[in-house]
């Protein structure tokens, strides 16, 4: 039988086509919808989409140092290194005026750039900068300003100095992401390895995967049971006991950590115990804080509620006849619990577990004040150069980083758990 | 049936109480014979589930013993007891698809895989979903899920199926369809059925006996047309069916018949004698609406007059709320042949015989 699909438009009672007469009605809808979130979108693309974007762009950003030496850079490019040992001429002539007459704060900023590529550079700039100046002020004009550089500084003569340029002569460079990995540039501008003083990068990397996942093993293995709990308590008591899962909230994160330095510490209240009740000696006091340990536990327990709330929040519309289903088909409790209510968890035990990881491996405050040495974390280096060296070129990049990690675990946890999935109450 | 010996399940004495305070089951003493379809019949809190969930083994009686077979039961875990239950929401994994359910009692009981696959095609085809085995419970409707329950419930073979209120989530038609297929199923396989429901239509639809249940008792254990005809209390005739209700006082016992006089002098009705031991005694009379005759006014006893207080249309029949003998909820059916003229206000003239009167007790 041969059916006729009519290829005449919908028409309305009004005679308006009534995909025209649809969409109309619907604009208003949208548009009010739109305005309703339209103060959140604002806030959040200047809050969130913006500073990102700048420290993704200030990750790879070369561009001050070029203003700074244009000249010097351009001819700086025409060095065949092959066949002379320096630069040539023109090289230290375009330096010599772009040092004499730069601004001062420029130059300056500039020179912390230099600084990270080849330390010394800063010092020896400074040093001829001075002596420049009095060249020009007497107004003589040098024969050969090579050599007045030479004479001014003999490491003018080190044409290492002069190779640690090529990592800074384009706009755009990955040398932040290559330190922030422990890696270099060398002369002929190939990736190397750091010196090994200047390595350390890599072991917090990954001290923070590691302290990371542990966190989150422990957070799971512990707040299963009180989830479980919570879950399957009546309203009344499981209220009440909620209160104490949410507790930590209400604390400042600061006491918390201070509270942890109090109890672990080597003179602290649970070494105290053990060597009262005779677990240990008094000289065997165990160190427990300014250390990895340190940073567990306190993490762990910081963190705690983050993996107990999506439990709590998937296991309490797990019926409890399943599980009574389970035993009356001839499972035993631990084959029902295996088979049917763990499997019934997984979006809860994945998504705290992708909280709490996710909050983990960007934890500052806690590692960083109960972690010692040992127990720093890489959030404690981005703020270390934030701060300290101003080094936000390297701070971006292992900000970029950190983001880029937590992309990649969304996207495995997409592909595995499916985001649809995730369950957070 | 009432005989030990042949009880297939035996409740002796069972008292069940979750506080120490208040006893949820009382001096439960049922049996069941094999291949019978019990029903417990009850509204909600009057112990019908928790004795199911005894029986299951999830719940432990506070004293007495149940029997399976002839073996007590209550030191036998809930997975060693092979018996099959429907749950109420039906419990269905949500992780597993339909064929996975169906074969996770048979994979614990590690039967081997061919095996497995050719008894869940089976119990799939029994309700009628064989192709439905790749599906997730999600994907199913209600009356699907209910199925698949079922088949679940019956494809370890077990040796007794419970049933609580597996009908309950289902909107009418669905259910009154399911409650034959039940049927149908239990007729078929020959399995013993201990059902929970608080639907009295469903109970006398499926069941060969039916235990009414009332505040931890049961209060009549009978087949469906002697507990709706013949009930031994005023709570079983309330409880099933619609009921007609006078009160009054026994005045004369006569062997299996007495004489009571009604309430504010309204008159006197011979009744059969049921629920009520001595003269002076208060007592209520039940009689089905459609036992109530509307006649011309000359029957030689129990005859009464009734003023219609109103009329309702149903079709097939006529329901007349009248007032009689002070009682202005008294329902009589009038079947509708087409010549029934009377208006609300008339009276009507009424009669029934006295073997339809029960004196039973208030």
């Known amino acids: 039988m041969e059916v006729t699909i009519s290829t005449a438009e919908l028409l309305t009672t009004d005679g308006i086509p009534l995909k025209q007469s649809l969409r109309k009605a619907e604009r208003r809808n949208k548009l009010r919808a739109f305005l309703l979130v339209f103060p959140l979108l604002l806030f959040i693309f200047v809050t969130f989409v913006m500073p990102i974007g700048d420290m993704l762009l200030r990750s790879v950003d070369d561009s001050q140092i070029n203003s700074v030496f244009p000249n010097t850079f351009d001819e700086y490019k025409n060095w065949d290194k092959g066949a002379d040992e320096l630069p040539p001429e023109e090289v230290y002539k375009s330096l010599f005026f772009e040092l004499a007459n730069g601004d001062k704060r420029q130059i300056g900023k500039a020179l912390t750039r230099m600084n990270y590529a080849k330390s010394g550079w800063k010092s020896l700039i400074k040093k001829t900068t001075r002596e420049i100046k009095k060249i020009v002020k007497k107004g003589e004009e040098p024969v050969s300003y090579k050599d007045t550089f030479i004479n001014i500084n003999k490491l003018w003569a080190d044409p290492t100095y002069w190779y640690s340029f090529n990592q800074m002569v384009k706009d755009r460079s990955s040398i932040y992401y290559w330190n922030a990995l422990d890696r270099t540039f060398d002369e002929e501008g190939d990736v190397v390895l750091q010196d090994e003083k200047r390595r350390m990068y890599i072991k917090t990397w990954l001290r923070t995967f590691k302290v990371s996942v542990y966190v989150t093993i422990f957070c799971l293995i512990l707040g299963f049971p009180v989830a479980h709990l919570l879950a399957n308590l009546p309203l009344r008591y499981s209220n009440l006991l909620m209160i104490f899962v949410l507790l930590p909230f209400w604390t400042s994160l600061l006491v918390r950590t201070t509270a942890w330095i109090v109890m672990l510490q080597q003179n602290g209240v649970i070494n105290g115990i053990l060597v009262w009740l005779g677990v240990i000696s008094d000289d065997g006091r165990i160190q427990m804080v300014y250390n990895e340990v340190g940073t567990l536990i306190a993490m762990t327990q910081i963190l705690l509620p983050f993996m107990i709330l999506p439990l709590y929040s998937v296991m309490r519309v797990i019926p409890k006849s399943h599980m009574r289903a389970a035993q009356n088909l001839g499972a035993k409790p631990v084959t029902a619990f295996l088979r049917v209510y763990l499997p019934q968890t997984i979006p809860g035990i994945s998504a705290g577990g992708l909280l709490v990881f996710v909050l983990a491996i960007g934890y500052f405050i806690t590692p960083e004040l109960v972690g010692g040495k040992d127990g720093k974390l890489i959030g404690s280096w981005i703020a270390y150069h934030l701060k300290t060296t101003l080094n936000w070129g390297l701070c971006a990049a292992l900000g970029a980083i950190l983001l880029g990690i937590m992309l990649i675990f969304y996207w495995l946890y997409n592909k595995i758990v499916g985001i649809d999935n995730i369950k957070l109450g | ?362």
């Open chain 2, 1 to 362: 049936m009432n005989d030990t010996s042949q009880s297939f399940v035996k409740f002796e004495k069972i008292d069940k109480s979750y506080d120490g305070e208040v006893l949820v089951v009382k001096n439960l003493n049922l049996d069941i014979a094999k291949g019978e379809f019990v029903t417990m019949l009850g509204p909600s809190g009057s112990g019908k589930t928790t004795t199911l969930m005894m029986l299951a083994g999830f719940e432990t009686p506070t004293n007495g013993e149940i029997f399976l077979d002839t073996k007590p039961i209550s030191k036998i875990p809930p997975y060693e007891r092979e018996i099959g239950m429907v749950f109420q929401n039906y419990a269905l994994f949500p992780h597993m698809t339909v064929a996975e359910n169906l074969s996770f009692p048979l994979e614990v009981r590690k039967i081997s895989k061919p095996d497995i696959k050719e008894k869940v095609q089976k119990a799939l085809d029994m309700v009628e979903l064989g192709n439905f085995g790749t599906r997730f419970p999600a994907q199913l409707s209600g009356g699907q899920q209910q199925r698949v329950a079922l088949a679940r419930a019956l494809v370890f073979e077990p040796r007794l199926v419970l049933m609580d209120e597996p009908l309950g989530a289902l909107d009418k038609n669905l259910r009154e369809q399911m409650q034959y297929e039940i049927k149908h199923i239990h007729d078929r396989i020959g399995i013993t059925v201990v059902y929970v429901t608080h639907d009295q239509s469903e109970a006398l639809t499926m069941s060969n006996r039916i235990a009414v249940f009332n505040d931890g008792v049961v209060q009549q254990l009978s087949t469906p047309d002697i507990l709706y005809e013949k009930p031994e209390n005023s709570f079983v005739a309330k409880f099933i069916g619609e009921n007609n209700t006078l009160n009054g006082v026994v005045k004369e016992i006569n062997g299996s018949s007495c004489i009571v006089d009604l309430d504010n002098n309204q008159g006197t009705i011979k009744a059969l004698k049921i629920n009520v031991n001595e003269v002076g005694e208060k007592t209520q009379l039940s009689i089905r609406p459609e036992r109530v005759s509307i006649n011309d006014g000359n029957n030689e006893e129990n005859s009464f007059t009734g003023k219609i207080e109103e009329l309702i249309y149903l079709g097939d029949h006529i329901r007349a709320r009248l007032d009689v003998c002070g009682n202005n909820e008294f329902i009589v059916k009038v079947p509708n042949e087409g010549n029934f003229s009377h208006k609300e206000g008339d009276t009507l003239n009424l009669s029934w015989n006295s073997e339809d009167v029960r004196a039973l007790d208030i």
